[in-house]
């Protein structure tokens, strides 16, 4: 039985893993591709690929993690662990905070509202997604720091009694998760936040054409439309990630039992692999190369038939 579940979950890991890459990697090439022609990126098209090269990280790191669990405990040293710990926390990190950075630029960018405080965020959106990216990057360093000093507290021995140790291993632990919560929970509330005002921004929107007497399907509609869904595809695949995170941090013993261990790693790659086949799907551009490659792949596999 164990052996069937762990082919089974195996193989379902390996299928997203393939698939999330090819998302990822599709949308990384045709932007790169863009850019050398036209010598420019927008600065849409230029997180959507910065998304995308970190979330190939972090199916990387993920599937490295998987294997050296379940198929080589042997090199999974504490050093080895530490290394992966950091790279994961870092690879996820920017994976987060660029999408979210990508739902407040859809924001100030489609939004219409007022207020001068928002206009003046909508004049400076680059300055804006810049410095929210660069404050996120505090909460990075502070959780690398902390990662390391547990790791190396670990690896070494700790001079001083046990109440000492396990004082020092309570705080660094609480502080672990702490930072992890911010780091997770403040990104997810501003595309939250994101969602609600687009919202808001299209009833004002759909409220003004219907009282002056126009049709609700102009550009604009649309476009409000479209950012709400892909916004909200993020909110949902990350809660969702967020919420097994939360249960193997506050439940670490759950991981070492053989369901949850081959559980919980083809569930968490779920969210970078869908979410990038929504960010094709929301970008008109990819969409257009997306449907491309698929009729030349059909031609393709006609011919040799």
Same mark, same amino acid.
């Given at each position: 039985?164990i052996?069937l579940l762990?082919?089974i ?8 893993f393939?698939?999330g890459?090819f998302?990822n990697g599709?949308i990384?090439l045709v932007n790169?591709?863009? *850019?050398?022609k036209?010598? $420019?990126?927008?600065s849409t098209?230029?997180?959507?690929t910065?998304?995308a090269?970190?979330?190939i990280?972090?199916?990387y790191?993920?599937?490295?993690? *998987? ?7 042997a090199?999974?040293s504490? $050093?080895?662990?530490? #290394?992966v710990?950091?790279a994961?926390?870092?690879?996820n990190?920017y994976s987060?905070?660029?999408a979210t950075s990508l739902?407040i630029f859809y924001?100030?960018?489609i939004a219409n509202?007022?207020?001068? &405080?928002f206009l003046?965020?909508k004049?400076?959106v ?5 410095m929210?990216l660069?404050?996120?990057s505090?909460?990075?360093?502070l959780?690398v720091?902390?990662?390391?000093i547990?790791? &190396? ?5 700790y001079?001083?009694?046990?109440t000492?140790k396990t ?7 609480l502080?672990?998760v702490?930072l ?11 595309s939250?936040?994101s969602?609600?005002?687009l ?7 759909l409220?003004?054409?219907q ?13 409000h439309i479209?950012?709400m869904?892909?916004v909200i595809s993020?909110l949902?695949?990350?809660a969702?990630?967020?919420l097994v ?6 439940s670490p013993?759950?991981l ?6 081959l559980?919980?790693p &083809?569930?968490?790659?779920i969210y970078?692999?869908?979410h990038?086949f #929504?960010m094709i799907?929301?970008n008109? $551009?990819?969409?257009?190369?997306f449907?491309?490659?698929l *009729?030349?792949l059909?031609c *393709?596999?006609?011919d040799?038939k």
């Open positions: 039985m052996t762990s082919t979950f195996s193989v379902l890991g390996i299928i997203q393939v698939l890459n998302a599709f990384a790169c591709i863009d *850019w050398v036209r010598q $420019k990126i927008s098209d230029g997180i959507v910065a998304v090269v970190s979330r990280v972090l199916l790191v993920m599937v490295i993690h *998987w294997y050296l669990i379940l198929l080589n405990p090199l999974y504490l $050093k080895v662990r530490t #290394i710990h950091v994961w926390t870092i690879s990190h987060t905070w660029l739902s924001l100030l960018k509202f007022s207020s001068l &405080t003046h965020l004049l400076r680059k300055s804006v997604v810049l929210m660069l404050g996120a505090f909460i990075l360093v959780q720091v902390v990662i390391s547990s790791g &190396t507290m670990q690896r070494s021995e001079e001083g009694n046990f000492q004082k020092l291993r309570d705080i660094l632990w502080s672990h702490t992890f919560i911010l780091g997770n929970l403040i990104p997810f509330t501003m939250l936040t969602f609600l005002l919202i808001f921004s299209l009833w004002k929107h409220r003004k054409m009282l002056n007497g126009k049709e609700f399907q102009d550009p604009s509609t649309k476009v479209k950012a869904q892909v993020f949902l695949l990350f969702f990630y967020f995170l939360i249960i193997s941090i506050w013993k759950k070492h039992e053989e369901p949850f261990l559980l919980f &083809t569930v968490e790659v970078p692999s869908v990038s #929504i799907w929301g008109r $551009k990819l969409t257009q190369a449907l491309l490659f *009729w030349q059909g *393709w596999l006609k040799r």
